[in-house]
């Protein structure tokens, strides 16, 4: 497995265009390692309104970036705090795994089940890892043909005042209980002693599966970054068009932002 590890001078529409890029063009197995974000962004799944899912008053207030990717999966907001990482690999890289969503879940909570061994009591939450009942990763998968990939945004730090901008889903697990961000999320700061021990701990539970090996940058990076573009960047007018939308549904003026 090629291993990639990066910092903020990989931003994330360009990390979301790389994997799908790798999903799409490559037949090596892949892990990518982003460890935080410049600003913060939302990120929405593939089929995600942001009318339901944002607070579009706020978002364009604020001039939140709102990235819609190329999987499914829910809402996040991102930020410096956040460590991203991503699996992508051909459907026969695991003996025996099947290449569907449950299985592919399956398979990830028990790696990381190794990786946090002794730091808390993880758990994987339906589709969420967690801290006993406490999330602190979310998750998103695209499966094709012969390949998938299954990214996770993990919370090692988030700033309270940020998670205002999302709304809370209409879907969401049971085990949420419908619980506020605040009572829902954990940090996981709070049981790792460090970043560099999360993703060291990374690396050796996947050096259990893969061969792995270190790939530099510049030879990942697509310069063009437009081979393929499943994930956008959201204009502000895609995001005022949506709120104009929103208040004339609910028979309200709009707030000028």
């Known amino acids: 497995m090629n291993c990639f ?3 903020f001078d990989l931003f994330l529409a360009q990390q979301l265009h790389l994997e799908e890029r790798l999903l799409r063009s490559s037949s090596d197995n892949w892990c990518i390692i982003n460890d935080g974000t410049n600003r913060p962004n939302i990120v929405m799944g593939i089929s995600g309104r942001p009318s339901e899912l944002i607070d579009l008053k706020s978002v364009l207030r604020d ?3 709102v990235i819609r990717r190329f999987s499914g999966g829910g809402t996040v ?3 410096d705090g ?3 990482v991503t699996f992508i690999c051909n459907k026969d890289a695991i003996p025996g795994l099947q290449p569907y969503p449950h299985p592919i879940m399956s398979w990830t909570g028990q790696l990381y089940g190794d990786v946090l061994h002794g730091f808390g009591d993880f758990h994987l939450q339906e589709n969420d890892y967690a801290f006993s009942t406490h999330k602190f990763g979310g998750n998103a998968q695209s499966i094709t043909k012969n390949r998938w990939v299954h990214h996770t945004s993990f919370l090692w730090d988030y700033d309270i005042n940020n998670m205002e901008y999302l709304k809370l889903p209409s879907r969401a697990p049971k085990y949420r209980s419908a619980r506020p961000h605040v009572e829902f999320l954990c940090r996981m700061k709070e049981y790792v002693p ?4 999360f993703i060291e701990r990374t690396l050796a539970a996947l050096g259990n599966h893969f061969s792995v090996k270190s790939i530099q940058q510049d030879r990942v990076i697509d310069p063009s970054g437009t081979l393929h573009c499943g994930s956008k960047l959201l204009t502000r007018q895609e995001l005022e068009e949506a709120y104009s939308s929103l208040c004339e ?6 707030i000028p932002v």
Do not use: N
């Open 249 to 254: 549904k609910l028979q309200m003026a709009p």
């Open 63 to 65: 001039h939140v970036p």
């Open 82 to 84: 956040t460590i991203f």
């Open 5 to 7: 590890c990066s910092g």
């Open 77 to 79: 907001i991102v930020d």
């Open 194 to 197: 460090s970043r560099s021990t």
